[in-house]
């Protein structure tokens, strides 16, 4: 525990000297330091399963929500913050959970930008499609089928509605923030031939770009000049409102 | 409900296995739910009003709480 005081007040000192090193620079040329001209950026990484109302057991690798919905506010509102990029590599997960942050980052006034790596599945499309832009490795992939559940059922018809309903909004979502339509996306989740043992499709990364559910093929440079060009004009937009 | 690529039986698969015991401590003005690892008290949830604090690396999930800061 010694030890553990030693490091922290050898950091708050390193702190102290830094902050003290700004104020200096302040006095003296009027200006201070900004970490990044052109913005910065928050970087928000979501991987393995979103994980929603259930605890999920140890082996699975979990992005949960009710980290990442109150850290989208904090991005918002912080002033420091000019931009938001989304990395996707998910496989799924809690339908309520992946809408949740979806219509978080939807709703955000600040420029965001995704990009999917590896994979955008099941739940993770509505998430790669919230953003303002969108961007897909060549390489991702994402696979778009309906939602369905194991085990005994009771009550068949109302299941089915219950299930057509969740599905909707997922439709719906898509819709809305992509330019495809919710036929062709309905017809994508009950195509057959694509998986072994499954109805649905995958798209490679330049299938998502045809479809209309991604904007662009491109990487990591892409997106971030991407988000800097969004960030900047926002910024000449505010300086024309005050001119 | 869970709409995955992956297996419900895989996902839920070791469900039989034991959570470590967690409990709630104040921790830089914060309430945090955490667990006791070898290397201390590791910070397993957040529970605050402030969306700041969600951003404090010291807060994140994962990291253990440095007793010299514990409020």
Known sequence: MKSENKVTFSVDAEGKDKEKEQEE????????????????????????????????????????????????????ENRDVHGLLVILNTVGGDVEAGLAIAEMIASMQKPTVSLVLGGGHSIGV?????????????????????????????????????????????????KRHSSTTPEKFK????????????????????DAVKCGLINEVGGLSQALEKIYSMIEEGRKKKAGEQA | MIHSIIPMDVIFGDSNATLA????????????????????????R?????????????????????YSQKA
């Open chain 1, 25 to 76: 620079t302040i006095k003296e040329t009027g200006s201070t330091t900004v970490e990044n001209p052109r913005g910065n950026i928050h970087c928000l990484t979501i991987i393995g399963q979103i994980e929603g109302h259930i605890v999920l057991p140890p082996q699975n690798k979990t992005t949960k929500y009710e980290h990442i919905v109150p850290q989208l506010v904090g991005i918002e």
């Open chain 1, 126 to 174: 509505p998430l790669a499609v919230a953003s303002s832009y969108s961007y897909i490795a060549p390489s991702a992939t994402m696979t778009i089928h309906p939602i369905r559940m194991n085990g005994l059922v009771i009550g068949i018809p109302q299941t089915f509605e219950y299930f057509d309903k969740m599905q909707e909004r997922v439709v719906q979502f898509v």
């Open chain 1, 187 to 206: 017809e994508m989740m009950l195509k057959t031939g694509d998986m072994a043992s499954d109805v649905g499709t995958i798209l490679f990364g330049e």
């Open chain 2, 21 to 44: 015991p967690r409990q709630m401590m104040q921790y830089k003005g914060q309430s945090v739910e955490v667990s006791q690892t070898e290397n201390g008290y590791k910070i397993e």
């Open chain 2, 46 to 66: 957040l529970m605050s009003t402030d969306p700041k604090s969600y951003l404090d690396p010291a807060l994140q999930v994962g990291c253990f709480v440095n």
